[in-house]
């Protein structure tokens, strides 16, 4: 748990220093800022699903681990690329996508494999738990972000950030609660039917149905208000 709310943490500074690296250093405008804020929410959109059913064939650590590494390859490349003059406004994009990508599929792992960490008694409360220090962990990260960016600059708060996805995967390495092998199960056409099948499970529950209305509902507005909480803060009018 305390290697998630630290990525979580970490995710929020990105959040903060990808789009001022955008407007400071690569002079974008109000469209290319809108453009990154965005392309950095669409995998929640495109992928949500594939993660969850990729969850299901496959070892969950491996899944969680290997998304936290891709984060802190593919963050490295900013201050990198910084320091030697090199960045450009398409690698903000690339790694943006990449790294919100890799983050669905390491949530979509991390939700599945908690009810082999928790007693089934235990999950209301284990979740509960989860969602409160997260809660708390992006709102000091987004803080802590701002902070870094001031102090260290964008490039250094993001060396910062990939830190944070390090500590996560070393975390998550440590469980050694064995989890039970995934159902074997293989090809496209039997995904999107697993797919399909957990979408009208959802849908024909009604406590279900509503939670996930209501969550989309809230994702959708939070992309809006990300969007234009970036542009307002670094955009000059």
């Not at 405008?29 to 594939?50: D, G, N």
């Not at 509960?128 to 708390?136: D, K, P, Q």
């Not at 962990?137 to 944070?164: E, I, M, N």
């Not at 996805?165 to 039970?180: C, G, K, L, M, N």
Request: charged residues 10%.
């Amino acid at each position: 748990m305390a290697g998630e709310a630290t990525s979580v943490a970490g995710s929020s500074v990105s959040a903060v220093a990808v789009p001022y690296l955008a407007v400071v250093e690569l002079n974008a405008s109000t469209a290319q800022v809108s453009a990154l804020v965005f392309l950095s929410q669409l995998p929640s959109l495109l992928f949500a699903l594939h993660a969850g059913a990729l969850a299901d064939r496959h070892p969950k650590r491996p899944l969680m681990i290997g998304g936290d590494l891709v984060c802190v390859l593919v963050l490295l490349t900013l201050p990198l690329t910084a320091a030697f003059d090199w960045l450009t406004f398409q690698q903000l994009v690339a790694v943006a996508f990449v790294q919100a990508t890799a983050g669905v599929v390491h949530d979509a792992a991390a939700i599945a494999y908690l009810p082999t960490l928790l007693d089934r008694s235990l999950l209301q409360q284990g979740n509960s738990r989860i969602g409160g220090r997260f809660s708390l962990s992006a709102t000091a990260g987004s803080s802590l972000g701002a902070v870094l960016v001031s102090v260290l600059g964008a490039p250094r708060a993001l060396v910062a950030d990939a830190v944070s996805y390090a500590v996560s995967a070393w975390s998550t390495t440590r469980i050694r609660v064995t989890e039970p092998p995934p159902s074997p199960r293989t090809g496209s056409a039997r995904l999107r039917t697993e797919i399909a099948e957990g979408v009208r499970y959802v849908f024909a529950d009604t406590t279900l149905r509503t939670l996930t209305l209501t969550n989309s509902t809230m994702s959708f507005a939070l992309g809006v208000l990300n969007t234009v909480w970036a542009l307002y803060l670094l955009v000059p009018a």
